[in-house]
């Protein structure tokens, strides 16, 4: 049992048993180092990466090489989830040398936490150009045995280098409609008009694309955007990237038609494309995009869903066969055979579901397997026999060893999936989702918020970790309570948003409108993370852009509002030039350019007339508008002070750009106010 025993971080955990002797990141290893005058090995992971499990068992759990590390090194193992932070400044570096990136990220250091040699995963032994670990470790420890000033030197320059990098800031003005524009011609241009999505493969889900092509179609009727937009959401969801029968999406595909996932489920992605799909029905009524937002929610509850009312980081890749062998493998749960099917079905039904699910005899996968899918051409129309072997399939599978789960609480990605779970049970019917959304804000507020409104990252089996909130948890967190705001009508979500957004004002804010990723009394790390792209999530910076837009669209506040407009100078600048990687900044520009509208419903609580409304307001397509709901004369919402009844009847008000609509006590009349405006 080596340093990492107790920590709360389920990656450093799986590592507690290896013969190597690691440290978690913290001053006392570095302090080791240069008592030792050794070099500092710096592996970063995560709990469901499969290249980390292969690289864990092949390297770290083997005993010569623990010994050489041991020997020679000052072992340190950081999970990325948890150290966002750390994982981007280092990857900076990897990419800046190397021109690529990924996980697990291998990095030499000095004991100065400066970095000089870089690499992801390395192989035993020699392996398709690439050196074995050992030979790895071997050349880094002569060049710091022997060329001890070539090292410092490397070091010196990398870390100058990366100081040196300050982001070239938008300039002065928020992105118009002309950048918008582009920032749509550009996504057309990139479209995959054949599978749907954006460039080839590997091909990752754009969910933050996605909302941005669909606040464009409602603010402006462009029917281009909509339907890139829907036939990427049902390419997608016939795929093997979404789990025909447990619902939920995998991380990515391996391929351009999304047939083939890289297995790992992860809670950002589930939350963020919950929410597009949601939004996608709301604009079309899509039968299809209502099944895959609700199958989605339920997979969150019933497969994330942790003792404490938190929502879990991920299921892994791989899992046992359920041969009995012990055996994991990529897939191995999720994966059909003919053989198989015809175990659980029977000869005809088998047969059925070969032509349902599009598995073939040769395998879409390995070993003569197939992942499941949904193809358009399949012919299948009785809809009670796909149910009725779906569900049997379902209950069959439940049966196999199931994948491991990291069950750390990371709080942006909790803020995102409240965000989704509110919304899709306000517009469902769902009080149950509504319910679960607020359990986990619930838990945030008690365990990851201190009294000074401070953001823990993570927690784990009911306790805090270590490690501070970085900009994308203040972020999500408040744009997930101010989801639950509008959906519950309960106004102390949008005053612990403001908690969270004044602190982003206060310690996350540059000058010039830009944000770092962590505050400004961080921990001081070789460069201050900043980066306003979008990546797996929306990154930090267009995060806050939105939540504070939407906190000013409810509070009237002019300081939030401004902070809003400046940080979206960065959108300006980028949105143009490469619109897949600032999705978020660009449905957050949608929003500004709308307005965003405020829609103020009031009425008795439980009234026919006052939940229809409510519900009409939420389902309003007019992108980033902001609803409050409650009682006449209530405090809960600003946005209701000074709005009375009409007739005696409940009624809504809507305002944009400091102009307010007569206010309307019907539900048609409400959605025409909340439809596209010149």
């Known amino acids: 049992m080596n340093r990492l025993a107790g920590v709360t971080s389920p990656y450093l955990l799986q590592h507690a048993d290896n013969p190597v002797d690691w440290w978690p990141w913290t001053p006392e290893a570095f302090e080791e180092a240069?008592?030792?005058?050794?070099?500092?090995?710096?592996?970063?992971?995560?709990?469901?990466?499969?290249?980390?499990?292969?690289?864990?068992?092949?390297?770290?759990?083997?005993?010569?090489?623990?010994?050489?590390?041991?020997?020679?090194?000052?072992?340190?193992?950081?999970?990325?989830?948890?150290?966002?932070?750390?994982?981007?400044?280092?990857?900076?570096?990897?990419?800046?040398?190397?021109?690529?990136?990924?996980?697990?990220?291998?990095?030499?250091?000095?004991?100065?936490?400066?970095?000089?040699?870089?690499?992801?995963?390395?192989?035993?032994?020699?392996?398709?150009?690439?050196?074995?670990?050992?030979?790895?470790?071997?050349?880094?420890?002569?060049?710091?045995?022997?060329?001890?000033?070539?090292?410092?030197?490397?070091?010196?320059?990398?870390?100058?280098?990366?100081?040196?990098?300050?982001?070239?800031?938008?300039?002065?003005?928020?992105?118009?409609?002309?950048?918008?524009?582009?920032a749509l011609l550009g996504l057309t241009r990139e479209?995959?008009?054949?599978?749907?999505?954006?460039?080839?493969?590997?091909?990752?889900?754009?969910?933050?694309?996605?909302?941005?092509?669909?606040?464009?179609?409602?603010?402006?009727?462009?029917?281009?955007?909509?339907?890139?937009?829907?036939?990427?959401?049902?390419?997608?969801?016939?795929?093997?990237?979404?789990?025909?029968?447990?619902?939920?999406?995998?991380?990515?595909?391996?391929?351009?038609?999304w047939v083939t996932p890289h297995f790992e489920k992860m809670l950002y992605d589930n939350a963020l494309l919950c929410r597009v799909y949601a939004h996608l029905w709301r604009v079309t009524g899509s039968d299809l995009a209502r099944r895959v937002a609700l199958e989605t929610a339920d997979f969150m509850v019933r497969e994330l869903r942790t003792p404490e009312g938190g929502?879990?980081?991920?299921?892994?890749?791989?899992?046992?066969?359920?041969?009995?062998?012990?055996?994991?493998?990529?897939?191995?749960?999720?994966?059909?055979?003919?053989?198989?099917l015809r175990e659980v079905l029977g000869e005809e039904d088998a047969e059925f579901a070969m032509r349902c699910f599009g598995v073939t005899e040769e395998g879409t996968f390995e070993h003569g397997s197939s992942v499941l899918q949904l193809p358009q051409d399949a012919g299948v129309s009785d809809a009670g026999r796909v149910s009725s072997v779906r569900e049997r399939l379902l209950a069959a599978r439940?049966?196999?060893?199931?994948?491991?789960?990291?069950?750390?609480?990371?709080?942006?990605?909790?803020?995102?999936?409240?965000?989704?779970?509110?919304?899709?049970?306000?517009?469902?019917?769902?009080?149950?989702?509504?319910?679960?959304?607020?359990?986990?804000?619930?838990?945030?507020?008690?365990?990851?918020?201190?009294?000074?409104?401070?953001?823990?990252?993570?927690?784990?089996?009911?306790?805090?970790?270590?490690?501070?909130?970085?900009?994308?948890?203040?972020?999500?967190?408040?744009?997930g309570f101010l989801a639950l705001a509008s959906v519950s009508g309960e106004g102390a979500w949008l005053e612990f948003a403001g908690f969270l957004l004044d602190i982003v004002l206060d310690r996350f804010t540059g000058p010039e409108g830009q944000l770092y990723d962590t505050a400004h009394d961080a921990e001081r790390l070789i460069r201050r993370p900043q980066d306003p792209t979008d990546n797996a999530a929306p990154s930090g910076w267009s995060a806050a852009a939105g939540a504070l837009l939407s906190y000013a669209a409810h509070t009237g506040s002019e300081a939030h509002r401004a902070e809003a407009e400046r940080a979206l100078g960065v959108v300006k600048a980028l949105g143009p030039r490469a619109p897949r990687f600032i999705g978020w900044g660009l449905a957050v520009a949608e929003a500004l350019l709308d307005g965003p509208r405020e829609v103020a419903v009031v009425g008795a609580p439980g009234d026919d007339g006052m939940r229809n409304l409510h519900r009409a307001a939420l389902l309003g397509t007019a992108p980033g508008a902001v609803v409050a709901a409650g009682a006449p004369g209530s405090d809960e919402f600003p946005l209701l002070a000074d709005r009375p009844l009409v007739d005696g009847k409940p009624a809504a008000y809507v305002c944009r750009h400091f102009v307010c609509a007569a206010p309307v006590t019907e539900v048609e009349a409400l959605r025409g106010e909340l439809g596209p405006r010149g």
């Open 34 to 182: 240069r008592r030792r005058d050794v070099p500092v090995l710096l592996s970063v992971g995560y709990s469901a990466c499969h290249w980390c499990h292969v690289m864990a068992h092949e390297s770290f759990e083997d005993d010569d090489t623990a010994a050489y590390l041991n020997e020679h090194f000052v072992s340190v193992k950081v999970d990325r989830e948890e150290r966002p932070d750390l994982d981007a400044v280092y990857m900076e570096a990897v990419q800046a040398a190397t021109g690529q990136g990924g996980w697990p990220m291998t990095v030499f250091l000095t004991p100065g936490a400066e970095p000089f040699y870089f690499g992801t995963y390395f192989p035993p032994a020699p392996r398709h150009g690439m050196p074995s670990f050992r030979q790895v470790l071997e050349g880094v420890t002569a060049a710091w045995t022997d060329r001890r000033g070539e090292v410092d030197e490397v070091a010196g320059k990398i870390v100058r280098d990366l100081a040196g990098r300050t982001l070239a800031y938008g300039g002065q003005g928020t992105p118009g409609e002309e950048e918008l524009a582009q």
């Open 398 to 479: 439940e049966q196999r060893p199931r994948p491991g789960r990291d069950d750390k609480i990371v709080a942006a990605w909790n803020g995102l999936a409240i965000a989704a779970l509110a919304e899709v049970g306000g517009y469902f019917d769902r009080p149950d989702l509504v319910e679960r959304a607020t359990e986990a804000a619930d838990l945030l507020v008690r365990l990851h918020l201190d009294d000074g409104a401070r953001l823990t990252r993570t927690s784990r089996d009911g306790r805090a970790g270590a490690n501070a909130g970085v900009l994308e948890d203040y972020a999500d967190v408040a744009e």
């Open 191 to 257: 479209y995959d008009p054949a599978h749907g999505g954006f460039g080839g493969a590997p091909k990752f889900p754009p969910s933050m694309v996605l909302e941005f092509l669909l606040r464009h179609h409602a603010r402006t009727g462009a029917e281009g955007a909509l339907q890139m937009a829907a036939d990427t959401c049902e390419a997608m969801a016939r795929g093997g990237i979404y789990d025909q029968l447990g619902g939920g999406f995998a991380r990515y595909s391996v391929d351009r038609e």
């Open 311 to 340: 929502f879990a980081s991920a299921l892994d890749a791989d899992s046992a066969l359920p041969d009995g062998s012990g055996k994991h493998e990529e897939g191995a749960y999720y994966v059909w055979t003919p053989g198989r």
